[in-house]
């Protein structure tokens, strides 16, 4: 299979669990809001201070009483970049509707970061069965580091420099 989404238009800034006040957005929201989730599928990049606030900005919402039962859709999660090494710091999280199969093809690709998560991966992890190779630039351009299922460390060439990302 292979799908894809850029990701870029949309994005979801949530306060959750902020006690600061509210900032106009721009280049301070990177390092304010450095926890990320965004889906592949829907293209919506949500973001938080901490990972308690990020894990609560993506519980469901309650579904209203009157509405009508809605199917259950599971979300898998594909990888974490890490702002440091040793998948330390904050992360930026890659879900999807499906997880990695075992055919060496790419499953998913992301062909660009969002702009608070450009040129920042140190270290990554995968999940769902995913291998993951990063790419310099968007479009899965430039050098690259991977597939492998983590790593602690991208190499001197590809630190702070990931922009696109795919899972194998
Ligand atoms: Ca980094
Ligand atoms: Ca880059």
Known sequence: MHR??????TLALVLALSLQPLLTMPASATTALPYCSASIDTGLVTCAVTENGLRAALQPATASPTSAPIAATTTYVLGRLYDDANRTG????????GPCDTSPDVDWELSSLPTVWNDRASSFQGYSNCELRVYENTAFGGLSYGAYA???????????????????
């Open 90 to 97: 904050a992360y930026f999280e890659i879900t999807a509707s």
């Open 4 to 9: 894809s989404n850029l990701i870029g238009g």
């Open 150 to 168: 983590f790593t602690d460390y991208v190499g001197d060439p590809m630190n702070d420099r990931t922009s696109s990302v795919r899972f194998y």
